[in-house]
Nanobody, 123 residues
């Protein structure tokens, strides 16, 4: 079992940056691909980014490419989401998730989820 705890959210002005962290419990963190998803009020949860167990493979939704970077440090059981050039449209609750399969954009592919961290971008 893997437990995930997100942190690093907050209020930032448009154009600013935040770095989200997701700390994982358990000894098998390095065997999981990880993902970040977000959910804005009144909208469905959407894929943001994913990273393979080794960090060699990453994938992003088009709207964040060039602005967000996903990374991981397996020795610290942590995955990060560096968010630059934030826009009001990025406002959402951000969730990290773990899958024992390959990196995926599919919500249903992830088994473990954190509780989420709020990101609010003001215009």
């Amino acid at each position: 079992q893997v437990q995930l705890v997100e942190s690093g959210g907050g209020l930032v002005q448009a154009g600013g940056s935040l770095r989200l962290s997701c700390a994982a419990s358990g000894r098998t963190f390095s065997s999981y691909a990880m993902g970040w998803f977000r959910q804005a009020p009144g909208k469905e949860r959407e894929f943001v980014a994913t990273i393979s167990w080794s960090g060699a493979i990453t994938d992003y939704v088009n709207s964040v490419k060039g602005r967000f970077t996903i990374s991981r440090v397996n020795a610290q059981n942590t995955v990060y989401l560096q968010m630059n050039s934030l826009e009001p449209e990025d406002t959402a609750v951000y969730y990290c998730a773990a899958t024992s399969g390959p990196p995926s954009r599919r919500y249903s592919g992830y088994v473990y989820w954190g509780q989420g961290t709020q990101v609010t971008v003001s215009s």
